[in-house]
C-alpha cells in the first residue's frame, strides 16, 4: 500500500484490530471525529465570513445615512434661511419622517 489517506485509513486492518478492540474504538472515533469537524469547517467558517460581511455592509450603509443625514440637514437649513423657507421646511420635515421610517426599518431587518 502507499502512503496517504487510503493507507491510514486501513490502519485497524493492518494492526489486527480483531484481536485490539480498543484500538478499533479509538480508530472509529479518531474518523469520527475528522468527518464532524470536517462539516464544522465547511458549514460555520463560510457562513462567519458572511455574516461578517453583512455585519460590515450594515456599518457601511449606516455610516453613509449617518452622512447623507448631515448634507441634508446642511441643504435644509440653506433653503429654509432663504426665500422659500416654508417650503423648504415642509420639505425637510417630510425628509425627516421618511429617513426616521427608513432606519427603523432598517434596524428591524438589518439587525443580526
Known amino acids: 500500500?502507499?502512503?496517504?489517506?487510503?493507507?491510514?485509513?486501513?490502519?485497524?486492518l493492518?494492526?489486527?484490530?480483531?484481536?485490539?478492540?480498543?484500538?478499533l474504538l479509538r480508530w472509529l472515533q479518531a474518523l469520527f471525529l475528522r468527518w464532524v469537524f470536517q462539516c464544522l469547517a465547511f458549514?460555520?467558517?463560510?457562513?462567519w465570513h458572511s455574516h461578517q460581511q453583512?455585519?460590515?455592509?450594515?456599518?457601511?450603509?449606516?455610516?453613509?445615512?449617518?452622512e447623507r443625514r448631515k448634507d441634508w440637514?446642511?441643504?435644509?437649513?440653506?433653503?429654509?434661511?432663504?426665500t422659500q423657507g416654508h417650503y423648504a421646511n415642509n420639505i425637510?420635515?417630510?425628509?425627516?419622517?421618511?429617513?426616521?421610517?427608513?432606519?427603523?426599518i432598517c434596524s428591524q431587518q438589518c439587525s443580526p
Open 73 to 82: 440637514a446642511i441643504e435644509n437649513s440653506r433653503w429654509a434661511s432663504g
Open 14 to 23: 493492518r494492526c489486527g484490530f480483531w484481536r485490539r478492540p480498543m484500538l
Open 43 to 47: 458549514e460555520l467558517v463560510p457562513a
Open 92 to 104: 425637510g420635515l417630510r425628509g425627516a419622517v421618511v429617513q426616521f421610517a427608513a432606519s427603523l
Open 1 to 12: 500500500m502507499g502512503e496517504g489517506l487510503f493507507s491510514r485509513s486501513l490502519f485497524p
Open 54 to 66: 453583512l455585519i460590515q455592509g450594515v456599518q457601511e450603509v449606516n455610516q453613509g445615512a449617518q
